[in-house]
């Protein structure tokens, strides 16, 4: 008795107080699940990379982190590379004016705030003006960056991290979770419960899709966000009890007539 | 048969409503815990339930169930909750063991309460907000469980696996449910 007593305060206190937090810049997010990622046509040399190769790690991070998670609708569409924008010698401010409404644009330089310090490897801004928000994330590809000692994993978390900074997350406190501030010392291969938290609370599966389980089949990058259907999980209840009802019945007539035709 | 089918039936009267209580373990295998990127495999979010055992045919039963589970570990800014309703379908193979499947409607809620956090940043630190509003996320899951008796017909152990997207191999995740069931 007394093991079980111990094991259970344990279990009970033992547990990692979860919290994500949002971005400063933003409020709520983006208005729509679907967003929009374009990339820079900047020179990425400085960081280690080209932009080819820039453009497949930023399809990469997505793909293993923020477009994998079953309670959140988003879906974050890399685009491809914008030929017509380039935020050489550009500030935050600078290369967010150059982003195209809702959507984000990724890029480096090195010339964003703070990017002559070795240890910020990037950083992204957010804006938001009534249901207009469009974001910028940038690599620090300065001299001085250490970019380019990086594993190409880590620069995927990263880019990752910072994504999530240009839809509308904050940090988190947990080393864990990807939105924590600093990627060295630990092996990111999932996302955190707080980060699932974070995108899931930003961005959750509100469409009449999900009312007819189609949360089942992933995120396939169609559904839109409508804050109004808050009534949606009675519904999904209600016709989900129907269904199962009706096959039921369907089911019990069949072994019927099964039974008389024998 | 006819053996089998009054011991299900005798089950059957004895058994029509349940209660379940025990834990709910949301991204199990799935989110991250730990530095070297080891995944969560238990948590202690307590679940209660209650549900009736509808005989279909034979020994198939239809067992809707209404669920809830609060999150424990919470922070001081934020609340979590989920509400489940199952549609699960079961299989009595013998009288300690019960196959399940099914269906359930999830209702995931964070609920914000507001304020703020000062945390590290870079080479500093900033102040970012925490949520302030309520959000739901509905998700439906496809649901794979067991059932054992143990010493009575009265309660059992039961053991739910759901799985989140299910069409997308990539995306799969997986939620469990692990509880006594009171008939």
């Known amino acids: 008795m007394y093991y079980s007593i111990l094991l259970f305060v344990f279990v009970l206190f033992g547990q990692q107080a979860f919290g994500f937090s949002l971005n400063n810049n933003t409020g709520k997010g983006f208005s729509s699940n679907e967003i929009d990622v374009y990339i820079a046509d900047t020179d990425c040399s400085g960081a280690g990379f080209t932009t080819e190769r820039y453009k497949a790690l930023v399809s990469s991070a997505v793909k293993r982190f923020w477009n994998n998670v079953p309670t959140s609708a988003l879906f974050l569409d890399v685009k491809g590379i914008r030929s017509d924008i380039d935020i050489d010698g550009d500030d935050h401010d600078a290369a967010l004016n150059k982003v195209p409404r809702n959507s984000i644009l990724a890029g480096c330089n090195d010339s964003a705030d703070q990017f002559s310090n070795a240890s910020i490897l990037g950083s992204a801004k957010m804006k938001c003006s009534g249901s207009t928000c469009y974001a910028v994330l940038i690599l620090n590809a300065h001299p001085n960056s250490s970019l380019p000692d990086k594993d190409e994993g880590v620069i995927e978390d990263i880019i990752a991290h910072e994504l999530g900074h240009a839809f509308g997350l904050g940090h988190s406190k947990l080393k864990p979770s990807l939105m924590y501030y600093s990627v060295s010392g630990k092996f990111q291969k999932w996302l955190g419960q707080d980060d699932i938290d974070g995108v899931t609370y930003l961005y959750p599966h509100d469409s009449e899709a999900d009312i007819l389980g189609m949360s089942l089949l992933g995120n396939c990058g169609s559904i839109n966000m409508d804050d109004d259907n808050q009534h949606g999980f009675f519904k999904s209840m209600l016709i989900g009890l129907i269904l199962i009802l009706l096959l039921g019945f369907f089911r019990k007539l069949f072994i019927r007539n099964l039974r008389g035709s024998l | ?183």
């Open chain 2, 1 to 183: 048969m006819k053996f089998l089918i009054l011991i299900i039936l005798s089950f059957n009267a004895e058994a029509n409503y349940m209660v379940s209580t025990g834990t709910f373990v949301p991204y199990f295998a799935k989110a991250q815990t730990n530095t070297s990127g080891s995944t969560k495999t238990f948590e202690l979010n307590p679940y209660i339930g209650i549900g009736k055992q509808i005989n279909m045919t034979g020994n198939n039963y239809f067992m809707p169930e209404l669920g809830y589970s609060y999150y424990l570990n919470n922070p001081k800014n934020m609340r979590r909750e989920s509400i489940f309703l199952h549609y699960n379908f079961s299989r009595v193979f013998s009288q300690q063991f019960i196959a399940r499947y099914g269906l359930t409607s999830n209702w995931y809620r964070i609920v914000g309460l507001g304020g703020s956090e000062n945390l590290k940043n870079g080479t500093s630190s900033t102040t970012f907000p925490s949520p302030d509003e309520t959000r739901t996320s509905y998700y439906t899951t496809l649901n794979f469980g067991g059932e054992a008796f143990v010493s009575s017909k009265k309660y059992s152990l039961r053991f739910d696996l759901n799985i989140m997207s299910f069409a997308e191999l990539d995306n799969r995740a997986f939620n469990y449910l692990f509880t006594l069931n009171i008939y």
